[in-house]
């Protein structure tokens, strides 16, 4: 106990005391060793802090609580399972559930509800939580209820936490009231979280938690900044060879000091075409030096509508104010703002400034972090495809990637780190499995780097496919490398164009269907990235054959193991 304590502040010391009181006082069974083991810390903490004795904690007011979750990465549902880990410590009868299994009738039952939720896509629920999400927008009768709202979100976007803040609304229309403050949070978001569920604690364990007014937390209508970094492009190469129907990008970046993990994902906000820009600018009269004020900044307006305003692909909302301002019947579409201004025209330049303050911010594009910060300190890899698709019989490219591909070396960039806390490698001795074909590979390859560098003596096993062998292997040499050194244990690859018949990685994982259980069984973290659809959805019905078929088990025990593989954070997915 000696060596715990050793070094420990006043306010650490304090809180083991009370932990350990807390512990002693429901452990009734055990009550007199378990009361002599608190009162024994508690006594060595007064003597090293000089502090009062600590309470035991006080029992709670409330008994019984709601907490669900709405998620498509798996971080509102971590949240929400420690959320009610710790009101179980506090003697509170927590009961979880995913919204997308939550019974709807039971709501106008609750006395105390609190929900974790992320925003998707364009200010969306997840599609978990779309059942619950158009439920609240029906007409509800919730006077009973007292509910917190924790929205996770990205500040980069201009949607941020759309879906938790039109929760939060809805439950109050429909009579519901907060018991604390509806509470936004970042990409970062622990401490914001953590801090907001202390205070829904606190409500809870006061006696006058029924009538006692909402918390408001200290950042609801806040954005933090994110840390942005500027990096220099020493590489561009396309990894694809001559004739292939892709074009892959590996971009490699001198950045120092730049704090990431392997999983974590580069944020880009991309800059608007020049030429896209100058034809706006023809058809608005204005002169692109005209100062804005715009947001919080002042600056020409040839800037704002290059690296600041997204002019692509316009949503309904911003049509529809667009339609406001030119006084025109538009029909609900998404237009590029050039074409809006083609068929709908501003009558003059003041219209058109009125048009600029609708503008929503560029959206940020995400791109796996294909580096280790281990392997290539200082540096940071991107593996990027080029995105190209038809409009009306026009070939367009994808904005972002669009800008990536044409960077020379010597090309400043700025950037900010996206972490993603879950998809993370495991202990150096856990084996794993990966599943990336194309793109998906990024992650993995600054999974296998890290791993080689510092020497992790866990198996890894890489399922990679794409069009063809000749043309579309991603970082054949690397990996081939690996696969001689011992660093790669197991690679099976999927060439789909090579043959007649179609072939991908989950008919891969299917011919080692035996095997691959067998690493399940012995503790294999199983990881996909890569496209959502139908990639990933192909990749876990596979996944989810193998099982019941290898491990012998019905439909409900299937289910009940892939569970347990994603609860104790063994199955994890990074798609898009």
């Not at 938790?164 to 109050?172: A, C, P, R, S, Y």
């Not at 609708?358 to 294909?370: D, K, N, Q, V, W």
Request: glycine content about 6%; hydrophobic content about 35%.
């Amino acid at each position: 106990m000696q060596e715990l304590i050793t070094g420990a502040s006043k306010e650490e010391l304090v809180w083991i005391s009370g932990y350990l009181a807390g512990i002693a006082a429901q452990q009734s069974a055990q009550a007199s060793n378990a009361v002599f083991s608190a009162a024994a810390v508690s006594a060595t903490a007064q003597a090293a802090a000089g502090s009062a004795p600590a309470k035991t904690p006080a029992a709670s007011a409330v008994s019984k609580i709601t907490i669900t979750y709405g998620t498509e990465t798996g971080h509102s549902k971590k949240l929400a399972a420690d959320f009610a880990a710790k009101a179980k410590q506090r003697g509170i009868n927590a009961k979880l559930a995913g919204l997308e299994q939550y019974r709807l009738n039971d709501l106008s039952k609750e006395e105390y509800f609190f929900t974790v939720i992320s925003t998707q896509g364009d200010g969306e629920p997840p599609a978990s939580a779309k059942k619950f999400y158009d439920y609240i927008h029906t007409d509800l009768k919730l006077e009973r209820l007292k509910y917190g709202v924790l929205a996770l979100g990205d500040t980069s976007y201009p949607l941020f936490c759309k879906a938790g803040e039109d929760v939060d609304q809805q439950l109050q229309k429909a009579g519901g009231q907060r018991l604390v403050s509806l509470q936004k949070c970042d990409t970062d978001y622990e401490q914001e979280a953590g801090a907001w569920f202390e205070s829904v604690l606190q409500q809870l364990t006061s006696s006058a938690a029924a009538a006692a007014p909402a918390v408001k937390t200290t950042t609801e209508t806040t954005k933090p900044h994110k840390k942005i970094y500027t990096g220099t492009v020493i590489s561009n190469i396309v990894l694809n060879d001559r004739g292939s129907n892709k074009q892959t990008h590996h971009l490699e970046i001198a950045a120092e000091d730049v704090d990431y993990q392997p999983g974590d994902s580069l944020g880009i906000v991309p800059e608007n075409p020049a030429a896209l820009v100058e034809a706006i600018l023809g058809i608005s009269g204005i002169d692109a030096e005209h100062l804005l004020s715009h947001k919080s900044e002042e600056a020409p307006v040839g800037h704002l509508l290059q690296k600041r305003l997204n002019l692509s692909y316009l949503p309904e909302r911003v049509v529809k104010k667009y339609a406001a301002i030119v006084q025109q019947d538009i029909p609900a579409t998404r237009i590029d703002l050039l074409h809006l201004l083609k068929i709908y025209p501003v009558k003059d330049k003041t219209q058109f400034l009125d048009v600029l303050s609708i503008l929503e911010p560029i959206a940020p594009r995400l791109y796996s972090i294909s580096s280790s910060p281990e392997a290539h300190s200082g540096e940071i890899h991107l593996t990027v495809a080029k995105d190209s698709f038809s409009v009306n019989g026009e070939i367009k490219y994808g904005l972002c990637s669009d800008n990536l591909s044409q960077l020379k070396p010597g090309h400043n960039i700025q950037f900010y780190i996206h972490r993603n806390t879950l998809f993370r490698l495991p202990e150096d001795d856990k084996d794993i499995i990966m599943v990336g074909p194309g793109t998906g590979i990024a992650p993995f390859r600054s999974f296998l780097a890290q791993r080689d560098s510092i020497g992790a003596s866990g198996r890894n096993w890489l399922f990679f496919g794409d069009q063809h062998f000749t043309t579309d292997f991603l970082y054949q040499t690397e990996l081939q490398g690996w696969r001689q050194t011992g660093v790669l244990t197991r690679m099976n690859t999927a060439f789909s164009r090579d043959q007649a018949e179609k072939i991908y990685v989950q008919h891969r994982m299917k011919n080692q269907a035996g095997e691959l259980f067998q690493w399940l069984e012995a503790g294999a973290h199983f990881y996909i990235c890569g496209a959502k659809d139908p990639m990933s959805t192909d990749v876990e019905n596979t996944l989810r054959e193998i099982i019941r078929e290898e491990g012998k088990k019905t439909e409900a025990q299937t289910e009940e193991y892939l569970d347990r593989l994603r609860e104790t954070g063994r199955y994890v997915k990074d798609v898009y």
